[in-house]
């Protein structure tokens, strides 16, 4: 079946650690990208890209990092810097085209990282 | 990016019908209209889009007003299973890429 993994589903890490989250999709997608959750709040964008080895910053990059070596993978990296880790993190793929119209996300199950 | 306004929460009773209305006033020429749903701790599920008068398809139906600066998702008889919250996005491409904005959402609770 095609869709998008997230691997762990759950994360626990100590403050001042660097931790990555993998994301992979088998949907033949050419845009990947990343978002974070907070309780009772809505996605905000933090990284995404439109085709491999180019990507591009969200609404909160600062204290992430990400690479697109390949298509299918979309890993981002929670670095110390970011003050306030701890959410919810989701990643999403998406047909890319320069041919107009809208296409819909297609989101992983998320993984919920926690920082002590 | 065009901004949207939408309830917080709704609550509905089983089987009725619930229409979720979003604002968005300065929504342009090449946007479309787009639906997701979430459920707790999982990713959201897109559900339904439009760029202008109505969409049904198997799950909701979106109403889509000449003037575009609203839309009305409707969900016919609702059952408990629908308690979610709801997302109302504006975007289209910019260079080929589908950079929009979710916010807070509608948070439905349907009640037994």
């Known amino acids: 079946d095609g869709g998008i993994t997230q691997s762990p589903k759950y994360l626990f890490r100590k403050e001042g650690q660097n931790v990555t989250l993998s994301c992979e999709q088998n949907l033949n997608h050419d845009a990947m990208y990343w978002y974070r959750q907070d309780p009772g709040q809505g996605l905000r964008l933090i990284y995404y890209?439109?085709?491999?080895?180019?990507?591009q910053k969200g609404d909160i990059a600062e204290g992430y990092s990400v690479s697109r070596e390949k298509k299918e993978s979309f890993p981002l990296t929670v670095t110390s810097a970011q003050k306030n880790p701890t959410a919810f993190y989701l990643c999403?793929?998406?047909?890319?085209?320069?041919?107009?119209?809208?296409?819909?996300?297609?989101f992983g199950p998320g993984t919920r990282l926690t920082v002590t | 990016l065009a901004k949207t306004t939408q309830p917080i929460s709704m609550d509905s009773y089983e089987g009725q019908e619930v229409n979720i209305t979003c604002s968005h006033n300065?929504?342009?020429?090449?946007?479309?209209i787009t639906w997701y749903q979430q459920f707790p701790s999982q990713g959201p599920r897109f559900i339904i889009q439009?760029?202008?008068t109505k969409v049904t398809n198997e799950v909701a139906s979106l109403f889509i007003p000449a003037d575009r600066k609203s839309s009305t998702l409707s969900l016919p008889r609702v059952s408990l299973s629908d308690t979610a919250v709801y997302y109302c996005l504006v975007g289209a491409p910019g260079g080929g890429y589908q950079k929009v904005t979710f916010g807070t959402g509608t948070k439905l609770q349907v009640i037994p």
């Open positions: 999403a793929s998406s047909i890319s085209r320069n041919s107009g119209g809208y296409y819909e996300q297609y």
């Open positions: 439009g760029y202008k």
């Open positions: 300065n929504i342009a020429t090449n946007d479309y």
């Open positions: 890209s439109q085709i491999v080895n180019d990507f």
